[in-house]
């Protein structure tokens, strides 16, 4: 497995997710973000006998491809935790739904949501009070680009509240499901996974407080 670090110091590391490894994973025999990152700093540092650090901010599901920020001292991890708490850290995306979408200003998309432990999936109710453990999901969207050939659209996604497997209901609760999400009433397959990314990623820096600003080029294949 190899994963592209764009952005390392003595704090943080920023590396490109690729679809299909998971951020963290509780099955020691699986690849993921981690122990990637681990591995890394246990070359980078021969002398050091400890167990490297390695804080987890904030996670993509294992089909998202994109960026994530790591923090290599506690420190750090508890600055960055705090920023996704109070949304200072900014996390963008692009998704590829089916269907069109004419939105050309930014709209935006407030649903009450729960994690359904049997089917593992994030439910979307209109009935607040009857739903166990319910949260507010908020995220903002515009189109990106309308592929009308292939009955497709491309969308900027800005995420609000990080909720389990947010954006990927919420598009599919409007009729408009992630390509290749199956999960979540996609019809369309997608060869990667599903068309969803982690394009920029906006957050202060734990030590300098300057403003980090990351973002990889992506392109999807054609649904």
């Known amino acids: 497995m190899s ?36 591995e890394h700093l246990k070359k980078n540092n021969p002398g050091n006998r400890e167990e490297p650090y390695v804080g987890v901010i904030h996670r993509l599901d294992q089909p998202v491809a994109g960026l994530l920020v ?53 439910v979307i109710t209109d009935e607040k009070s009857k739903a166990p453990k319910l ?19 491309i969308l900027s996604v800005k995420l609000i509240t990080g909720r389990f497997h947010q954006i990927r209901a919420q598009l599919s609760h409007i009729g408009h499901p992630i390509t290749g999400d199956k999960k979540y009433g996609a019809k369309t397959p997608y060869e990667q996974g599903i068309a969803l990314v982690a394009d920029r990623l906006e957050f202060v820096h734990p030590d300098s407080g300057e403003k980090v600003e990351k973002s990889v080029d992506f392109s999807f294949s054609l649904c």
Request: with cysteine; glycine share 2%.
């Open 3 to 38: 994963i592209n670090i764009l952005y390392e110091d003595n704090s943080i590391i920023v590396v490109e997710k690729p679809a299909g490894v998971a951020t963290q994973s509780a099955d020691v025999r699986q690849s993921d973000c981690v122990s990637y990152i681990k």
């Open 70 to 122: 790591f923090a290599k001292t506690k420190k750090a991890a508890a600055s960055l935790s705090e920023q996704v708490r109070s949304d200072i850290m900014n996390k963008h995306y692009l998704a590829m739904v089916e269907g069109i979408i004419d939105a050309p200003e930014d709209t935006e998309l407030i649903n009450y949501m729960y994690k359904d432990p049997q089917t593992s999936k994030a």
């Open 135 to 153: 949260q507010e999901a908020r995220l903002i969207y515009h189109t990106d680009r309308i592929i009308e050939s292939r009955n497709c659209t």
